[in-house]
């Protein structure tokens, strides 16, 4: 047992005097070093569990909500109901001018207050769709540009039909927007000529398979038989029951829409940026132009709210750890008045006697951090082999993100820091003889 002591001394003696009496402190009083370490292991961990815990099931929400839409779409401008002046008698304006104006502000009044119906929307193509899609593709921050032609019509086979929406596409610009080929349970997306392809919903409920033949058939009466190339499973039931893929140029043909498409629809880089290059494109193209943050606000709004209360939670556990740190510092410098009393007379100065418990408050950070980043991804592994999707995969995975442990690392030991300051500049402020009289 002698060497191993022999080789601990000499091993301290190279420690700075600072760091030397911090371990000794720490050493000393065990129960306290371990409760206090307990507590910032547990802070550190609840932070990184619930922060990767939140966001990836904020991520998986967002890539099973966006997965099948497009983060912008343009669309034409709706038809409007315009109310025409009222007319003017120039032969009454003329003989006497007050009473003209009177009627006028009558007529006025009478015409805002009258009920206007609104105007039933059909569908219409996007004006000069070409010079808009080359605008769209060319504005920052847009990734993938895709036209689109989509209208009602019924799929029918035998004495069974079914409302389904087509879905007139070029397959290799519509792939950018939604990744059909990961949903592909036959085939592959590819469409030309009379092939179409179906859900795996609308498959069950007309009794198709890939190489049968499917009649569509629209609003204007225009028929076609198509030929089933693929299925497809969205994770959706309700597109898987809806959606008709058919070529670009067929669309155009049944819905009457020659050369034109009803809508454009569009990636961008920055997911939440989408809003501010969908009004910059509105501006530009006159067109009516909708992000996925519009059309999906109640979304938005839950993911917000779910930020905040795990920012919350995160602020309440940084200062519950602060705490701790700081009593269990403080019930330290009462009990070590003696000790504190005796390096202060023995030569050693206020900033020595700070920086003592400066580096405990530091050092039971660093220890923690590196503890709860470990218990973090155990829970995660745990958590993530507990609860599943509906299919059977994980619904998170068990990972850690660097830079999230990197940050958290350095919270917990700057809270450490800042909790050890009270504590510290009480120890630096004690009198020696007052220190050792007690």
Do not use: C
Not at 73 to 95: C, G, H, L, N, Y
Not at 167 to 187: C, F, L, N, S
Not at 404 to 426: E, K, W
Request: no cysteine; charged share 15%; net charge positive.
């Amino acid at each position: 047992m002698t060497a191993p002591r022999s080789a601990i001394g000499a091993a301290t003696r190279w420690l700075p005097f600072e760091l030397l009496v911090a371990l000794r402190f720490l050493r000393e009083g065990r129960m306290q070093s371990v409760l206090i370490l307990a507590g910032v292991t547990g802070g550190v961990a609840v932070i990184i569990f619930l922060t990767q815990l939140i966001n990836q099931l904020q991520g998986t929400i967002i890539d099973r909500v966006l997965g099948s839409q497009a983060h912008i779409v343009i669309r034409p401008p709706d038809d409007v109901t315009r109310i025409p002046p009222p007319p003017v008698d120039e032969s009454a304006v003329a003989e006497n001018p007050n009473a003209a104006s009177a009627n006028g502000q009558k007529d006025t009044e009478n015409a805002t207050t009258r009920i206007v119906q609104p105007r039933a929307q059909r569908l219409r193509p996007v004006d000069q769709w070409e010079q808009a899609a080359a605008l769209a593709a060319d504005t920052p921050g847009v990734l993938a540009v895709s036209p689109l032609v989509t209208g009602p019509a019924f799929a029918v086979r035998g004495t069974s039909n079914k409302s389904v929406v087509l879905m007139g596409v070029v397959p290799e610009a519509y792939g950018r927007i939604v990744k059909m080929d990961g949903y592909m349970t036959q085939g592959r997306f590819a469409v030309q000529g009379t092939q179409t392809l179906i859900g795996t919903e609308l498959a069950k409920d007309l009794g198709l398979a890939v190489g049968d033949k499917l009649r569509v058939t629209t609003a204007s009466g225009r028929a076609e038989t198509l030929h089933i190339s693929g299925l497809f499973d969205t994770g959706n039931r309700d597109l898987n029951r809806r959606w008709v893929f058919v070529s670009l140029k067929l669309a155009q043909t049944l819905l009457d829409v020659p050369g034109g498409v009803s809508q454009i629809d569009l990636t961008v880089t920055d997911l939440f940026g989408a809003e501010a290059v969908a009004r910059q494109l509105q501006g530009r193209t006159g067109q009516t132009v909708e992000s996925w943050m519009q059309t999906n606000s109640g979304l938005l709004t839950a993911l917000a709210n779910q930020s905040v209360s795990n920012n919350l939670i995160r602020s309440f556990v940084v200062i519950i750890v602060a705490l701790g740190i700081s009593s269990v510092l403080v019930v330290s410098v009462v009990q070590k008045q003696r000790e504190i009393g005796i390096l202060r007379a023995m030569g050693a100065g206020r900033q020595r006697i700070m920086a003592v418990f400066l580096l405990q408050g530091g050092l039971v950070g660093l220890v923690g951090s590196a503890a709860g980043s470990g218990l973090a991804w155990t829970l995660l592994t745990v958590f993530s082999y507990i609860y599943k999707s509906p299919d059977g995969s994980p619904l998170f995975a068990a990972e850690l993100d660097p830079n999230l442990v990197i940050l958290a690392s350095v919270v917990a030991m700057g809270v450490g820091l800042a909790a050890a300051a009270l504590p510290a500049r009480r120890a630096a402020r004690m009198d020696p003889v007052q220190a050792i009289r007690s």
